[in-house]
């Protein structure tokens, strides 16, 4: 199957940024995007560094992150951030975002698609449908929004950009029409009332000082609600069954084909993110559960329900001893 025959004889290009640590990791991502997305090509932007650590497949190819714009590199990054905060805490966090909005003045095609490298597609995926006559490209969703991203999204567009949608755009992938983004970025460069003058800049001098060292901007959510505000007829809102905690419930050496078909039975897409903070009962029911649960013909779903309520518990005991905490 080619990209005409699953995405409604569109062309687009995949593009994420990744960072050097993730590199070794992308092999199996990148063959199922291939595989269940079909774009014209897969761009990878990531430090020159890594570059002979890229996967050699055929349609994948390398962006040195600092030649993707003038000016906008990590370190110019850094320098607002400490200049603003007194600290580089999560510069390269926002760069990340950055290099994804400015890929719009890279793009070859109409429309390319950010997708995280942590995610691999299980499906065969479609990001256009015909709704009543009219082609929409699709977006998705997801139930929990984050406050500062909206202020921030006031302040940059002198509130002429209002929210309109209830739940949050900040899923694993976004299509995104090269002509929009750049607008939208013209549109931040063009309010004087922000310091700088590039649109990393302004974005970065508009989010609240007490919320940029830990998450004030998001580039999803600014792209979702700018095409509702000024573009409502080309884009609709679709709903995918995402799994989004797999690196809570497998070890990445045990992913595999075999077990990718097995989350594929309850999932449209699964993501595995990193580790963090998670107590040996985790660690040693993901490296014994898949084969034993697999081998019992268990599903994915019921497996993951067991992770799924001692996180629950987790975060109930530290819930009850932080209010203990504050009570003696």
Request: a neutral charge.
């Amino acid at each position: 199957m080619n990209s005409l025959d699953s995405n409604n004889e569109k062309l687009f290009e995949v593009i994420f940024p990744v960072a050097p640590k993730d590199v070794d990791s992308l092999d199996l991502c990148v063959q199922k995007i291939l595989e269940n997305i079909c774009p014209q090509k897969i761009v990878i932007v990531a430090n020159k560094q890594v570059k002979e650590r890229i996967p050699k497949l055929n349609n994948v190819e390398f962006l040195d992150e600092d030649q993707l714009m003038e000016h906008l590199t990590l370190d110019r990054i850094k320098q607002i951030m400490v200049e603003i905060q007194g600290t580089e805490t999560r510069s390269n966090w926002y760069f990340q975002q950055f290099l994804k909005m400015a890929y719009a003045f890279q793009c070859s095609n109409d429309y390319y698609l950010i997708w995280d490298s942590d995610t691999i597609p299980l499906k065969n995926i479609r990001f256009w449908e015909n709704i009543d006559g009219t082609e929409k490209c699709l977006l998705g969703e997801h139930p929990h929004s984050h406050q500062p991203y909206f202020d921030t999204l006031n302040t940059l567009f002198s509130g002429k950009v209002k929210r309109l949608f209830k739940k949050s755009f900040i899923v694993e992938h976004m299509m995104i029409s090269q002509k929009i983004m750049k607008e939208l970025i013209r549109d931040i460069e063009m309010n004087d009332r922000i310091q700088g003058n590039r649109f990393f800049e302004k974005i970065l001098y508009a989010i609240n000082k007490n919320d940029i060292g830990y998450a004030g901007f998001s580039e999803f959510e600014t792209y979702g609600n700018y095409v509702l505000n000024f573009y409502p007829d080309k884009y609709a809102i679709r709903n995918l069954k995402a799994y989004r905690q797999g690196g809570m419930v497998i070890e990445k050496s045990q992913i595999n084909n075999e077990v990718l078909n097995w989350i594929a039975k309850d999932y449209d897409t699964v993501s595995f993110e990193e580790l963090h903070g998670y107590s040996r009962i985790f660690i040693f029911l993901r490296e014994k559960g898949v084969s034993c649960v697999q081998r019992r013909k268990i599903s994915f779903k019921t497996y993951q329900s067991v992770f799924s309520v001692l996180e629950n518990i987790a975060v109930w005991r530290h819930s009850l001893f932080r209010a203990f905490k504050k009570i003696t």
